[in-house]
């Protein structure tokens, strides 16, 4: 099994927003900087930083996993059902 790093995570959520860098970072309240470093897995958020960023996926129909790759929630919901 592949395991999926937070930093991998962290991008496939940004494509999935389909959001440059700069605009995913203002949503969280980070420099742009700063989500970089998250993306390469240099840095990982703070807490409240990942909660703001579980908060946007929600808000946008993406399931915020915690191990994984994220996935738009309807996928997740048919998964589900399926299984």
């Known amino acids: 099994m592949v395991e999926i790093t937070e930093a991998t995570r962290i991008r496939v959520i940004?494509?999935?927003?389909?959001?440059?860098?700069?605009?995913?970072?203002?949503?969280?309240?980070?420099?742009?900087?700063?989500?970089?470093?998250?993306?390469?897995?240099?840095?990982?958020?703070?807490?409240?930083?990942r909660k703001a960023l579980a908060a946007i996926c929600q808000e946008n129909g993406i399931a915020f996993l915690v191990s994984g790759c994220p996935v738009p929630m309807g996928d997740v919901m048919m998964t589900r059902e399926n299984s």
């Open 14 to 49: 940004r494509a999935l927003l389909g959001l440059s860098s700069r605009e995913l970072a203002a949503r969280i309240g980070i420099t742009p900087n700063s989500l970089t470093s998250w993306e390469h897995g240099k840095s990982t958020p703070q807490r409240e930083k």
